[in-house]
């Protein structure tokens, strides 16, 4: 049982490709080939700050009236 698979090659969706075969990379656009990722969900520096003294002074808590 040997099947045969066709595969069909379709351009990514989005800004500039680069051929690495034959193009030479466009430093002056490098931006736009290149993606930032960026979480939406990760939590500023002051909410990991507040989270962090806040477990200390919950187990503190903990500690002295357990």
Known sequence: MEE?????ITKAPGGY????????LDCE???EITERWID????SF???LLRFFGN?????FRA???
Request: proline residues 6%.
């Open 17 to 24: 490709t680069v051929d690495m075969d034959s193009e030479r």
């Open 64 to 66: 002295i009236f357990a």
């Open 46 to 48: 002051v909410t990991v």
């Open 4 to 8: 045969d698979f066709q595969f069909e």
């Open 56 to 60: 200390i002074f919950v187990d503190c």
């Open 40 to 43: 939406p969900n990760r939590p």
């Open 29 to 31: 656009h490098i931006d």
